[in-house]
């Protein structure tokens, strides 16, 4: 059998590019064809190890350091019209891989380092297995050579753990969802039967290994389900036979097939990935799910990112304006003037500028051409709203009548669903969307699966119990508790729209959930840190304009910050408990960006990662009365070297950050 490298076709669909940019060395060694059907790939550092063996079932077994941490576990991929043989290798090759990546966008870094040792097995059955093996991972996928129409009937992947070992599980009811949850920390031994949404994060014998995937196209996504004696397994969505929709949004599927996907000639399946990191901290600078997805083609040097401002959060709750505030010409524009006063880039305009069955059926009190019109002259890109529903029936029609108005973006909301059919919708948008020059954001969304790196136009993405929830969750889950967790799960997988920027603050006894004038738990400086902890480059400013103006202080911070980094450095981090963050951003300036739990903590950090020289370091720090109401707090500026040494004091539910420029 030929390398399938050398035959798979072209395209995203595909899934297949081995993607070697700058700096890439590749060594291709051929492998004999013996009866020993056992294989082993070491990461670049020894540290990692995972050995495959082919007998009655495909399995592996992965080890950290010498310890066992993933035991013996099976994996298969069962294709119609494929022999009932046993698996068995036909050819392996072995390379290694050290290039240099370079985002179009700078989520977390202005360049990843990608070094990794890969294991290619060509199988019978006209299918391939290739393994990775990195510093800071391993990961698999599934490739066919198969020619014509087949589908997939099934495809299993487990994850052997161990008594004792703990999950933070996302707990799904079911395949329909919008994919926003708590992470429970839960015993892997309690996890038999209860389904689970991606990405989950568990704890073997000390080693966090978040279980995640890549490279998610014509396929469904995968979700897992935990089974007897510690074992999760993977489990899929099958295709959708039957459909209905339920509302001007909903349209849950009423009966599946009894297969996962349908697929036409060769491909490239996801990647099934295994992040392994000792350290908590070393979780917020993991880029496997991008590194893993498939290199982008054509232009996208035309992507920008930036801070939005968004009317949704508060319902249009103005005051001190001369009109009737709500979703009108006069409301848009008094969001874009606040926009261009601080320079944010984006306006997201909500639902309510038009119908959400009928997309192109504008509101009585909307002007597009007007808004549009006003938007260009105060340099504020405009991006949409969008109801799924209304945009997949004739989505060209309706794209280029947002690229007459000069829309620079559209969020695209409510699919709920990641089978196959529904993630080729999301192919469809990124790529239609690309071809106009328009930013994405998907909302109602599954998990970011390496999807920035292939279109880089995707920006961000919901996929998380975000600040949408503070609205109307009485049961107060979505607290600083969770926000300390998200870094450490789902911020990993990928851009996270969580909406930050509440001015209403509040602790626990004092919080309540309203609708029309929403507030967040913890305190204005918690609030301020997500800025710089939260990773999406179209950060939302979830406030309105009003509360914004009055707070000049905490607006200074958010003018300045920005959503793109050069260099992340995590300071201090336990996961569900504090973080505590660096970073530079594209103009040389430094941030820092500290949150806590419900524990108050004092941090002492070590300025070592200044450049030699003065710098003037501004900071913003939770009030000495924080703990009683959240809005106190104090800010303040002190000169600074890289030989400092600041102390950073959070209250309860707190927060502390910091700009540093230097002089």
């Known amino acids: 059998m030929q390398l399938l490298k050398n035959i798979i076709r072209g395209g995203v669909n595909a899934g297949f590019f081995l993607g070697l940019g700058m700096g890439a060395c590749v ?28 007998g009655d079932s495909i399995r592996y077994q992965v080890f950290y350091s010498r310890q066992l941490v993933v035991g013996p576990s099976v994996i298969n991929l069962e294709l119609d019209n494929s022999s009932s043989d046993r698996f068995r290798v036909v050819k392996s ?69 161990h008594q004792g070992d703990t999950a933070w599980y996302p707990l799904e009811n079911s395949f329909f969802s919008h994919n926003e949850r708590v992470y429970r920390k839960l015993p892997v031994d309690s996890l038999d039967g209860k389904l689970g949404s991606l990405p989950t994060l568990f704890d073997s014998k000390g ?19 935990g089974a007897q004696n510690n074992k999760v397994e993977a489990i899929f969505p099958n295709y959708p036979k039957t459909t209905k929709e339920t509302s001007d949004r909903d349209r849950p599927v009423t009966e599946r097939e009894n297969f996962v996907a349908r697929i036409e000639g060769p491909q490239g399946f996801p990647w099934r990935i295994l992040i392994m990191e000792k350290e908590d901290k070393n979780l917020l600078t993991n880029q496997l799910p991008y590194q893993l997805g498939t290199p982008a083609t054509g232009d996208y040097s035309w992507v920008k990112a930036g801070k939005s401002a968004w009317d949704w959060w508060n319902a249009w709750n103005l005051a001190g304006v001369d009109f009737k505030a709500g979703p009108n010409t006069q409301t848009y524009k008094y969001y874009i003037d606040f926009a261009s006063k601080y320079d944010i880039p984006y306006f997201v305009v909500d639902e309510g500028w038009g119908d959400t069955k ?13 808004l549009s019109a006003y938007a260009r002259q105060k340099n504020v890109g405009l991006v949409l709203w969008a109801n799924w529903l209304a945009i997949e029936k004739d ?35 990124a790529r239609e969307a690309a071809k106009r020059k328009m930013l994405v954001d998907f909302h109602g969304a599954y998990k970011p699966t ?10 961000t993405s919901e996929g998380v119990y975000g600040a949408e929830n503070t609205k109307w969750d009485k049961t107060q889950e979505i607290d600083s508790d969770h926000n300390v967790t998200l870094p450490f799960i789902r911020m990993v997988a990928g851009p996270m729209d969580y909406t930050p920027g509440a001015m209403l603050n509040a602790q626990k006894k004092s919080w309540a959930p309203i609708n029309d004038k929403p507030m967040s738990i913890g305190t204005r400086c918690h609030e301020l840190a997500k800025f710089v902890v939260f990773e999406s480059p179209l950060q939302m400013l979830a406030d309105n304009p009003v509360h914004y103006e009055k707070e000049k202080e905490a607006m200074g911070f958010l003018k300045a910050v ?27 300036e430094w941030y820092i960006g500290a949150m806590t739990d419900e524990a108050a903590r004092n941090f ?10 003065q710098y003037t370091l501004q900071y913003w720090k939770d009030g000495i009365n924080a703990a009683l109401d959240a809005q106190d707090f104090k800010t303040g500026t002190i000169e600074v070297t890289s030989q400092s040494t600041i102390k950073a004091e959070l209250e309860t539910a707190g927060g502390w950050v910091a700009r540093i420029i230097k002089k």
Request: glycine letters at 6%.
């Open 207 to 225: 080693l966090n290994i978040l279980v995640t995937e890549s490279n998610l196209f014509n396929y469904a996504g995968m979700w897992l389900k």
């Open 604 to 613: 002492n950090l070590n300025l070592s990662f200044l450049e030699p020289g």
């Open 450 to 459: 390496g999807w920035s790196r292939t279109f880089p136009n995707v920006i």
């Open 93 to 161: 090759s072995r390379n290694k891989v050290q290039q240099t990546l370079r985002p179009v966008v700078w989520q977390k870094s202005k360049s990843i380092t990608d070094n990794y040792q890969e294991l290619h097995l060509d199988l019978n059955k006209d299918l391939a297995l290739e393994w990775r093996a990195y510093d800071s991972g391993v990961a698999w996928r599934w490739l066919s050579s198969k020619r014509g129409n087949y589908k997939v009937l099934g495809e299993k992947a487990s994850f052997q753990f």
């Open 358 to 370: 009928e997309l192109l059926k504008i509101a009585p009190n909307v002007n597009m051409d007007e």
């Open 562 to 588: 920005p959503v793109e980094w050069e260099v992340t450095l995590p300071l201090e981090a336990k996961k569900g408990e504090y973080v505590v963050m660096a970073r530079k951003g594209r103009n040389g």
């Open 395 to 429: 989505m060209d029609t309706k794209l280029d009548q947002l690229e007459a108005w000069g829309v620079k973006g559209i969020k695209v909301d409510f699919m709920q669903r990641d089978d196959q059919e529904m993630v080729l919708f999301y192919e469809k948008v």
């Open 27 to 54: 060594l291709c060694l051929p492998g004999k064809v013996t009866g020993q059907q056992k294989y082993a790939l070491t990461s670049p550092n020894k540290n990692i190890r995972v050995e495959v063996s082919l």
